[in-house]
């Protein structure tokens, strides 16, 4: 039993060790990273901590409601720069009216890229805003249609905006670049960053546990079977 746990523990703990160096390692540069940098906070633009008064005479939501097709459940108030508008949301979809007009509001190339720079207070120049049909790996928790927006700075800042309705849902740059790739090895999760219940972390939790424990049992053989030394004088 002893040989073969001595074997057992040999091998899986030399199939592990190079996860585990990786583990340590990524864990050490997470911890060394700027989180407020890898947020985007340096190049973002500071909201107006002052509450913005909603127009009066705008047109009533519940008049906008009724003659809207779908089956709403929630609006909300928002603001398209210095435009506002009601966000609705049904079962299936979202979609902006514009609170003076009651029109639809598209989110054009031009709105985004006006939206995006109006978010950002950084020295680099705007790019032409892209369209994106699916979201790339690090805007992957959103939902497409989005727009992408580049600046030319030191630290590749690129805003992800949605299509629908014009938030700026990710701010990614070089910081937030590296911290995700430390964040893949952490969790060995190569393809959604974010899982911790994927097999291969599994597996691999389980053999480590399987090398500590067998490397606890071999030591307590190894001094079990050690000789004791004679006592001085005997």
């Given at each position: 039993?002893?040989?073969?746990?001595?074997?057992?523990?040999?091998?899986?703990?030399?199939?592990?060790?190079?996860?585990?160096?990786?583990?340590?390692?990524?864990?050490?540069?997470?911890?060394?990273?700027?989180?407020?940098?890898?947020?985007?906070?340096?190049?973002?633009?500071?909201?107006?901590?002052?509450?913005?008064?909603?127009?009066?005479?705008?047109?009533?939501?519940?008049?906008?409601?009724?003659?809207?097709?779908?089956?709403?459940?929630?609006?909300?108030?928002?603001?398209?720069?210095?435009?506002?508008?009601?966000?609705?949301?049904?079962?299936?979809?979202?979609?902006?009216?514009?609170?003076?007009?009651?029109?639809?509001?598209?989110?054009?190339?031009?709105?985004?890229?006006?939206?995006?720079?109006?978010?950002?207070?950084?020295?680099?120049?705007?790019?032409?805003?892209?369209?994106?049909?699916?979201?790339?790996?690090?805007?992957?928790?959103?939902?497409?249609?989005?727009w992408r927006v580049r600046f030319a700075?030191?630290?590749?800042?690129?805003?992800?905006?949605?299509?629908?309705?014009?938030?700026?849902?990710?701010?990614?740059?070089?910081?937030?670049?590296?911290?995700?790739?430390?964040?893949?090895?952490?969790?060995?999760?190569?393809?959604?960053?974010?899982?911790?219940n994927h097999p291969l972390v599994i597996?691999?939790?389980?053999?480590?546990?399987?090398?500590?424990?067998?490397?606890?049992?071999?030591?307590?053989?190894?001094?079990?079977?050690?000789?004791?030394?004679?006592?001085?004088?005997?």
């Amino acid at each position: 039993m002893t040989r073969t746990f001595r074997t057992l523990h040999k091998w899986v703990a030399l199939v592990l060790a190079a996860q585990f160096v990786a583990w340590m390692a990524s864990g050490l540069a997470l911890s060394l990273v700027d989180h407020d940098a890898a947020n985007g906070e340096p190049h973002r633009r500071a909201a107006d901590a002052s509450a913005r008064p909603w127009p009066a005479g705008v047109r009533s939501p519940v008049a906008l409601v009724a003659a809207s097709a779908g089956r709403v459940q929630r609006v909300e108030t928002a603001w398209l720069g210095e435009r506002p508008v009601y966000r609705l949301v049904d079962d299936e979809r979202t979609w902006l009216l514009d609170a003076a007009s009651g029109r639809p509001v598209k989110i054009d190339a031009a709105l985004a890229g006006a939206l995006a720079a109006a978010d950002y207070a950084g020295p680099g120049a705007a790019s032409a805003p892209e369209w994106l049909a699916e979201a790339p790996r690090e805007a992957i928790d959103h939902a497409p249609p989005l727009w992408r927006v580049r600046f030319a700075d030191d630290v590749d800042t690129t805003l992800y905006l949605s299509a629908v309705d014009g938030r700026v849902l990710e701010r990614r740059n070089a910081q937030s670049r590296w911290f995700e790739l430390f964040w893949m090895l952490h969790t060995m999760d190569y393809s959604g960053r974010g899982d911790f219940n994927h097999p291969l972390v599994i597996v691999s939790a389980a053999g480590g546990l399987f090398a500590a424990l067998t490397g606890a049992w071999l030591l307590v053989a190894l001094l079990r079977r050690r000789p004791r030394r004679p006592a001085v004088g005997a």
